[in-house]
């Protein structure tokens, strides 16, 4: 987060002195010696109340209600409702993982200096077409210049930061190649298994419940499929074998294995997939080892 620089006005004092001769001086009795006033003790700034903090850097409790208001206006617009408490979850751990992306950039040997941050903002000015539109979007969406800032500087560490674990994460992968039978009525699904059984083509009968594709799921690595069971099956098949039935959560399947490659290159999905884990991964990591300090 930047820090807002202080500056800090001298106070001017005018001294004044008498003219005069000192012979023309009246003789001055001798009084008692004053007693010295304490100056009084300047206060102290007052600290700025923080909704959550990562490690000793925080999110200002104005900027957490901001960020919880732009939140729900982006719910509503998109028809979707949660509840305060599913909100308040989202966005502490969208700043929290902000927060401890931007802190393991700054490690890495991320910078960003004013001069770079305010080429940024110039060049959104120049995209938006002009500094009244992007005062105009800044106050639309809560911010104020010094949040709007501290937000920029914060999420383009947190984005470098992400795209150095994307680029980490290897492109291939030992992957299979996976037909299937998908049914929806478990009766159906085991009338189709008994023909397996008793000789007919697998990829006939494939054809026969799906013709355009014929049920082939294409190739895709371990933690790809969002049917854990489903994927275990597939990766323990023979080349040219077949499953039993697979109940899963959108059906019944038969799967059959047609190829398997040991490191075969990832498609961009599948890619997009292992990159999304590895961010997923590195935040949860780095979670249980900060200090976390979240509002109540």
Same mark, same amino acid.
């Given at each position: 987060m930047s820090k807002l620089k202080l500056f800090l006005v001298p106070l001017i004092v005018l001294l004044t002195a008498c003219s005069g001769g000192f012979a023309n001086l009246p003789t001055l009795s001798p009084s008692a010696t004053p007693t @010295? %006033?304490? !100056?009084?003790?300047?206060?102290?700034?007052?600290? /700025?109340?923080?909704? @959550?903090? /990562?490690?000793?850097?925080?999110?200002?409790?104005?900027?957490?209600?901001?960020e919880i208001s732009r939140y729900k206006s982006a719910l509503a617009a998109s028809g979707k409702t949660a509840t305060d408490a599913e909100i308040k979850k989202t966005v502490q751990d969208d700043l929290v993982a902000q927060l401890l992306l931007a802190e393991g950039a700054r490690e890495a040997g991320f910078t960003l200096s004013e001069a770079d941050l305010t080429k940024r903002i110039d060049d959104l000015v120049t995209s938006l077409?002009?500094?009244? +539109?992007?005062? !105009? #979007? +800044? %106050?639309? =969406?809560? $911010?104020?210049?010094?949040?709007?800032?501290?937000?920029?500087?914060?999420?383009?560490?947190?984005?470098?930061?992400?795209? +150095?674990?994307?680029?980490?994460?290897?492109?291939?992968?030992?992957?299979? =190649?996976?037909?299937?039978? &998908? &049914? $929806?009525?478990?009766?159906?699904?085991k009338n189709y298994y008994s023909q397996l059984q008793a000789g007919a083509d697998?990829? %006939?009968?494939?054809?026969?419940?799906?013709?355009?594709?014929?049920?082939?799921?294409? #190739?895709?690595?371990?933690? $790809?499929?969002?049917? +854990?069971?489903v994927e275990d099956a597939a990766f323990s098949l023979q080349i040219n074998a077949y499953s039993e039935i697979i109940s899963g959560e959108v059906g019944f399947h038969i799967l059959k294995l047609l190829d398997r490659q040991p490191d075969r290159e990832l498609s961009p999905d599948a890619l997009a997939v292992y990159q999304k884990k590895a961010i997923a991964d590195w935040i949860s990591t780095q979670r249980q080892k900060s200090d976390i300090v979240l509002e109540n």
């Open positions: @010295l %006033t304490p !100056s009084p003790v300047p206060p102290t700034s007052t600290a /700025v109340p923080m909704a @959550l903090t /990562v490690n000793g850097e925080g999110i200002s409790r104005l900027e957490y209600e901001a077409g002009g500094a009244e +539109k992007l005062s !105009s #979007w +800044k %106050t639309a =969406h809560g $911010y104020t210049d010094a949040s709007f800032r501290s937000a920029l500087q914060r999420a383009s560490a947190a984005a470098w930061m992400r795209d +150095k674990i994307m680029a980490a994460v290897p492109t291939k992968a030992e992957q299979v =190649h996976v037909q299937q039978i &998908l &049914l $929806y009525n478990e009766d159906v699904a697998f990829d %006939t009968l494939a054809a026969q419940v799906d013709p355009d594709t014929r049920g082939d799921i294409g #190739w895709f690595p371990r933690n $790809y499929l969002a049917e +854990k069971n």
